[in-house]
């Protein structure tokens, strides 16, 4: 049985690492091809932000790796597989409230790590990328990397979830903390500037917090930083005259 667990966790620390290199190399090239020169003189701030992100990578992965071993061999968890199991209005909904709710524990935590006696121990190591790049999605140090790790395996014994939203979850995941690190916003200015845009987060929203630290915390709506007054809005470098 300890076999079968470390090697459900070893596989998941690879996964969640190569995961990682895949999706931010794919937009670091992007990047270059997009914003060539963006990253020039970045190089040792790059190899930084590997290194802490494929360190996150063993904090994120055991947790996961424990929990998917307790799936497939316990029972564990409110993971489902069947179309039928649950109506299919919970696919959506379920969708909502995993992002919800998990942004909801980032915003407050990520508040809390600003304050300056948590800042320096759990924080500065995501915020020491000036400015972020692709490669800095993950760039977090192990405590900090805990924090996050720790929340959708808590939710999937909370809240049904059918194995494809989970993965969705978890891609949504994966691409908006690459892309919102990368430097420049990929999305249509039709939909950063509408009224849909005025709830969501994308880079330019994620910009503006690496750029004055004390505003902009979610992770994606803007909900929490409307209701508590943090939102100063999109990043002002950005704005085309
Ligand atoms: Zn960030
Ligand atoms: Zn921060």
Redesign the pocket.
Known sequence: MLSALIASAAAMVAIVGVRYLLVSGAFALATARVRPGLYNGLKPQIRREIAWSLSAAVVYGVPAGIIAWGWQERGWTRIYAEWDAMPLWWLPVSLFLYLFAHDTWFYWTHRLMHRPRWFKVMHAV??A?RP?TAW??M?FHWTESLTGALVIPVLVFLLPVHVSVLSLVLTIMTVM?VT??MGWEMFPRALVHSRLGNWLITASH?QR??EEYKCNYGLYFRFWDHLCGTDRGLSRRWQQP
């Open positions: 995501h915020h990328s972020p800095a999605a760039a903390g919102n690190h994620h917090h690496h």
